[in-house]
């Protein structure tokens, strides 16, 4: 294992999304260990810190990436959290979900939109601002 690569993913990650990727990796652990540490090294270790995009960017092209494709709910949560940690707002979120119509159609859109929903009620109930 590179540990450099973990350990900066690592980091990526709890700056992007706090403890919530920690969550994740942690359940893959005893089922499929070399997955989780390929999701901290790749990802996160080597794309995620490369400096081209801020995290912003990068999370605003992840959260319509994940719309998109309309089967990846959690992971779309995981990120719409992670997008509103890295400096997006909800009406920016809202609006990419908007975009997505014209793109990946009304139901992946729509979809977006309710698990965005979601997230906001989440955030609303734990006293995050945004």
Known sequence: MDS?????GLEK?????GHAGEKVIEALKDIAPDLARYTIEFPFGDVYSRGVLSLK???IATVAALAALGNA?????VHIHGALN???TRQQIVEI???MAVYAGFPSALNGTFAAKEVFAERDASGQDN
Do not use: N
Not at 13 to 17: A, N, R, S, V, W
């Open 57 to 59: 960017e990068r999370e």
């Open 4 to 8: 450099d690569r973990y350990k900066r």
């Open 97 to 99: 979900m908007i975009q």
């Open 13 to 17: 990650l709890k700056e992007i999304d």
């Open 86 to 88: 890295v400096g997006c």
């Open 73 to 77: 709910l959690p992971q779309l949560k």
